[in-house]
C-alpha cells in the first residue's frame, strides 16, 4: 500500500483494466437496450422498486439496478463511468481483478438494501451505478489516502485534495442531502450504503474468502474439541475399568457390584468399536 503523497491527475494514462473495460461496455450497453425497449421495460423489470423488493419477491432487483441509468439521461452514464474509470482502473490494479469485480458488486448490493431499509414502502424505481462507485472511491481512498488529486474548480481553477479528505467531502454530502435535503431524485442514502460497505470490507477484512476460512476453521475446532473429549471420556473408561479388572484380582468377578459388571460390560463393547475404527 503506498500512503505517500503523490499527485494523481485525471487523464489519461495505464489503459482500460480489464473489470473495468468490462463494466464500461456492459453499463453502455444496458443503456442503449433501455432505449430500443418501449415503456421503460428495463427499469420496470430491473429496476430496483423497494415495495417490489419485499412485496413481490423481485430480489434480483438489489443486483440488477445497478447496470441501468435513469432513462434519457446520458449525463448520469457518463458521470458514473467517468468516476468509475477514474478510480476504478487503479483499485483493480491494486485488488486484483476477481477481488474488484467481487468488491464492486457486493459494494452495489450494499447499497441497494441501504436504500430498500429507508425506503421499503416506495414504489420508486432506483436505478445507477453510484452506490457501487462511491464504494470504489472509498477504496481509492482506503488504499492511498494520502494520494494527492488534481481538480478542476468550475473546469478551471486547479485545486489539490487528498484522497480520504475528497472521500469524506463525498459523504458528508451525500449524508447532508439525505437527511435535510428535499426530495431530489436522487438516492444519498445507497450511496453511503456503498460508502459504508466497502469501508468495511476493506478494513475489518470481511471478505467471502475470509468467511468461508473463518467457517472451515469453527467447523474444525468444534470437530477437534469433540475429538479431545470423546479421547478424554475414554481415558476416564479405561481408568475405571483398570479399578474394577484391580478389584477383580483381589475378591474375584463374583464379588464385584452389579454396577461395575454393567461398567465393564458396556467398556467392552465401546472399546472394542473404537478398535474397530481405528483398524
Known sequence: MNNFPRTYRLGLGGGLTKAIKYLLI???????????????LLIKWFGMHPKWVYSKFQIWQVFTYMFLHAQGEIWHLLFNMFVLWMFGCEVERTLGTREFVKYYLLCGVGAGIFHLIWNFHSTIPVVGASGAIYGVMVAFAVLFPERLITLLLFLILP?????????MIFAGISLFLGVFGGPDGVAHFAHLGGMLVGFVYLKLDWRLDYLGTWIRRQRESRKMIKTIKKRQAIERIRERVDQILDKINEVGYDNLTEEEKRILKEASHLLSKEQEKEN
Do not use: E, G, M, S
Open 26 to 40: 456492459i453499463n453502455t450497453a444496458v443503456f442503449i437496450l433501455q432505449h430500443i425497449f418501449p415503456d421503460n
Open 159 to 167: 485545486v489539490q485534495i487528498r484522497a480520504k479528505v475528497l472521500v
